[in-house]
């Protein structure tokens, strides 16, 4: 699966997700895009968003989205490691459109 990781995701949880191919939007060169500007360029060339940001729900219609979004409940790295299980699992399960939310 092919993610892009979100500014306000912490880096190091990439080296997390093996098996999958893991980008950073800074790695894009999108920084500073607005979400629906950054979902309009992530969709056809990636599988997975993941973000941090606790408003893209209210900011965005993800129904209307061709590509998966997990939100975590933290950009905490600690935490995030800790519920890294979790996390792959989600990622394993998740649908293109879905959009999940993870509680950390």
Known sequence: MK???DESVPKP?????VGHK?????????????NGELLRRATPEFDLFITCD?????QQNLA???????????????????????IQSTVAS????EFVI???
Do not use: M
């Open 94 to 97: 998740i649908q293109r459109k």
């Open 3 to 5: 993610i892009l990781l």
């Open 54 to 58: 606790q408003n893209i729900r209210y």
């Open 64 to 86: 209307k989205q061709d590509i998966a979004v997990l939100q975590l409940s933290t950009n905490d790295l600690r935490r995030i490691r800790a519920a890294i299980s979790a």
């Open 22 to 34: 893991c980008v950073t939007v800074q790695g894009c060169g999108w920084s500073g895009l607005t």
């Open 13 to 17: 949880l990439s080296q997390d997700l």
């Open 102 to 104: 993870l509680e950390i």
